[in-house]
């Protein structure tokens, strides 16, 4: 058997062909340092015998869900940024105490136990911060979600307001 018969008796599935030719299109577009245009985008779909309409469909999709990782990614950030606070006072009043402690008598005593306690409720919330998967991250996110499109809506309420009121 020769090579190019063995290649045209090769079988793939559906997720095969998507997986080869993402990599085939990520190697091409690495090489060559470049971006694909819409147009591009098109031509590729057509060739591929997919319909515009569905190669609509999937670029809204795909927009959807990108829209969804942003959103995801800026509450990590968030949940990351509040850690960060809430470990830096963690740090500067039981470095204090800790100081008064050991200047104020015979080493450490009392303030250990502050740290010890205080220290297991930040580690608590590290573990919150940092754990991205699961039920209770789905119900943080979802919450904080919520909160901000209610933020963002009284903001865009407030600056129509302000807006026509200055007209």
Known sequence: ??????????????????????LAIARQAKD???????????EIARELEIPPETLRL????????QGEIQ???????????????????FTIVNGV???????????????LYI???WGLGVALDAWNTFQTKGEDYEVA????????QLKQTINRVVNKFLNAWQN
């Open 58 to 65: 999937a670029e809204r999709d795909w927009q959807i869900t």
């Open 32 to 42: 060559q340092e470049k971006e694909f245009s819409y147009e591009q985008l098109l």
């Open 1 to 22: 058997m020769t090579a190019s018969e063995d290649r045209s008796t090769r079988f793939y599935t559906q997720e095969d062909i998507q997986k080869i030719l993402h």
């Open 71 to 89: 959103q995801r990614q800026a509450f990590n950030n968030y949940r990351i940024g509040r850690f960060k606070k809430r470990f830096g006072k």
């Open 141 to 148: 996110f979802q919450k904080w979600y919520r909160q901000n």
């Open 115 to 117: 740290f010890l306690f």
């Open 97 to 111: 105490l800790l100081l008064v402690d050991l200047v104020g008598g015979a080493g450490l005593s009392w303030s």
